[in-house]
């Protein structure tokens, strides 16, 4: 493999990888403040898609098609993906609100498996509206513009991934860390008795916690269906396992470890394609492998939080 095909598969790893850290960064809140394991959430990531693609489809009649080509599309695009995260964030505060609110006493097997059957509702709700069928997802036409780094080119989308992945990172680093709602997040995941005797509405809180990562996990969604050009209901499935083993692997608990775990994964996968192609039918395992070798070393994952003294 020449230099400039390894650094265009390094592009392509980090786009994918990016994809993976927005949506693991929720599966980090969520746990961190309360234990966890939301399973729905990769299916938040599809809804985040299918709201977009329907709010581009219900959009675009209205614009002069001779238009289509310039910047209006654009603008349809960045109207549906706030609207996308919008609704989704509302989505998944009533999830919480219903399905999880009332189980907070309840032992944690009963929240696992309350959303994997969230997940299973969210599924087979939008095959019975949508149907089973793949639906394209419109692209802006600058999203497929080329660009030359160097001697690499790489399309606008896969470059513009990874920096807003980044820019997102850091507002929720900012969000947590500087801001009243971020301390009252991490006062939560100490100790929710406590903070409630403190005059904090906790579930307020909460609710904050599943409107953040489900409107994170609509924006990956849409950068996916972007990348790929399709959207049908069981899309979140395994992108939200792999997701998960992201959070895991970086460290569950730390949203830089979701970030980070995100990244490795997704360039994991594009690798073992690039230097294997013989093997490109066994891409998912490697990822998974990967994560148990690493889990050997660092049973925390890389940057595994200590509960007992610090979150996030």
Avoid at 60 to 82: E, G, R
Wanted: include cysteine; charged fraction near 10%.
């Amino acid at each position: 493999m020449d230099s400039i095909l390894f650094f265009q598969q390094i592009v392509n790893g980090l786009s994918l990888g990016s994809m993976y850290a927005l949506i693991a960064v929720g599966y980090t809140m969520v746990y961190g403040v309360l234990r966890l394991i939301n399973f729905a959430h990769g299916d938040i990531m599809m809804v985040g898609a299918y709201i977009a693609l329907l709010l581009i489809n219900c959009l675009s009649p209205f614009i002069n098609t001779t238009l289509l080509d310039n910047h209006y599309v654009l603008a349809i695009f960045i109207v549906a993906l706030i609207a996308s995260m919008i609704f989704s964030s509302l989505v998944g505060v009533i999830i919480d609100k219903i399905a999880y609110k009332p189980l907070r006493k309840a032992p944690r097997i009963s929240l696992l498996i309350t959303a994997i059957g969230i997940s299973f509702f969210l599924q087979n709700l939008f095959n019975m509206i949508f149907t089973s069928t793949e639906q394209q997802f419109p692209v802006p036409p600058i999203f497929e513009k080329m660009v030359t780094l160097g001697k690499v080119s790489m399309t606008l989308g896969s470059l513009l991934v990874p920096l807003v992945t980044l820019l997102v990172m850091f507002i929720v680093l900012i969000l947590l860390y500087k801001s009243k709602y971020g301390i009252a997040i991490r006062a939560l995941a100490f100790d929710i008795q406590t903070v409630n005797l403190m005059g904090i509405n906790a579930n307020r809180i909460i609710a904050i916690v599943f409107a953040l990562g489900s409107a994170l996990a609509a924006l990956a969604g849409i950068f996916w269906s972007s990348n790929y050009y399709s959207v049908y209901p069981t899309m979140g499935t395994l992108v939200g396992l792999k997701a998960f083993a992201a959070a895991v692997l970086g460290g569950i608990g730390s949203v830089v470890g979701a970030v980070l775990g995100g990244l490795i994964i997704g360039l994991t996968e594009v690798m073992v394609v690039a230097f294997f192609p013989d093997l490109s039918g066994f891409k998912d395992a490697f990822a998974f492998i990967f994560l148990v070798f690493i889990l050997l070393f660092r049973p925390t994952g890389i940057l595994g939080i200590n509960f007992e003294k610090s979150r996030f």
